[in-house]
């Protein structure tokens, strides 16, 4: 349940992949532009992005709050990379927050409501807020960062596994290193 030196745990792995997988269809949102999304993407995943993005929210939030419990039980990047790792992991955390929140005050800024699957949370004021719209319009260009830390983020896990030869992967797969 909880993580070792050698392993990340259930939980800390659950959050990973289950956050990874709805990542993935939040970056679905990218082929909303091709024919104005008319195709299944533009149809089905689409529709959904803002209430992802709010549970997105929740979870980096309760993931942070996990990461800070197991801090000293959790595996150790060293070596010459560990800067690296660090620097990286905090952008895609810092990421993480600022999606949904731009996001959110994009929508708010223009006088919708937010809603979560359809159901109005913040009830939209009818007007158009300009500062939050000015925030709000960063929502784009952080998801353009976000794509390109991600593409590094696994490209670096291929490169532990496959040139390093270490454990990283492994470990967050639930495998003991060794």
């Known amino acids: 349940m909880n993580d070792t030196p050698n392993r990340y745990g259930v939980i800390s792995r659950a959050f990973h992949w289950l956050m990874a997988v709805l990542i993935l269809l939040q970056f679905m949102k990218f082929f909303d532009r091709i024919s104005d999304g008319e195709h299944w993407i533009g149809q089905t995943i689409v529709p959904t992005h803002g209430s992802l993005g709010l549970i997105l929210l929740v979870l980096v939030v309760l993931r942070v709050l996990w990461a800070v419990k197991q801090r ?9 990379l560990a800067t690296f790792a660090k620097v990286g992991h905090g952008l895609l955390y810092l990421c993480m927050i600022l999606m949904p929140v731009t996001g959110a005050l994009f929508v708010l800024g223009r006088g919708y409501p937010l ?3 359809g159901t ?3 009830p939209g004021s009818g007007t158009q807020t300009d500062w939050m719209i000015a925030l709000g319009n960063l929502h784009s260009p952080i998801a353009w960062l976000f794509l390109l830390l991600v593409l590094g983020h696994v490209a670096a896990a291929v490169y532990h596994h496959l040139a390093l030869k270490d454990d990283t992967l492994r470990r967050m797969l639930g495998r003991a290193a060794g």
């Open 115 to 117: 809603r979560f699957f």
């Open 72 to 80: 000293g039980q959790r595996p150790v990047v060293e070596g010459a």
């Open 120 to 122: 109005p949370i913040i």
